[in-house]
């Protein structure tokens, strides 16, 4: 019972490749970090379609993660009075990411043929 709770922990802190896309949007947009100019920037970003519903399902689950949270802004006449829900990473979120990056570069370290040596990622 413990093993499967710890496990069940540790899935839950963990980024998936599109939840790591997501939060590193989140991080770049800044205050502008609402779900249709996230969507947008994936768009651009990637030159992948995504859904509106795929990123508000993440952002979603994001929170529930404790990576993400969120505020209403004020509302636009653009948006004829309606009012954006923005998002902000917390220190978690920047953590995991962080934790995600040192991850994937001692992998592509660990690779020789791409590595090249080791990899000078200086953040």
């Known amino acids: ?16 490749d599109f939840e790591e896309t997501i939060l590193l949007l989140v991080g770049i947009l800044d205050k502008e970090a609402y779900a249709f100019k996230i969507s947008e920037e994936f768009e651009a970003q990637t030159e992948r379609a995504v859904s ?4 508000h399902s993440t ?18 006449a ?12 917390t220190a ?20 020789p043929s791409l590595a090249g040596g080791n990899l000078n990622f200086n953040f």
């Open 78 to 89: 653009e948006r004829g009075g309606r009012r954006k829900r923005i998002y902000t990473i």
């Open 59 to 76: 952002l979603n689950r994001l929170a529930e993660k404790g990576f993400l949270t969120s505020e209403m802004g004020a509302s636009t």
């Open 1 to 16: 019972m413990f093993y499967n709770l710890v496990t069940y922990i540790m899935k839950e802190t963990k980024l998936g």
């Open 52 to 55: 509106i519903g795929a990123v």
């Open 92 to 111: 978690a979120g920047q953590r995991a990411l962080k934790e995600s990056r040192d991850f994937k570069v001692s992998l592509w370290n660990q690779y």
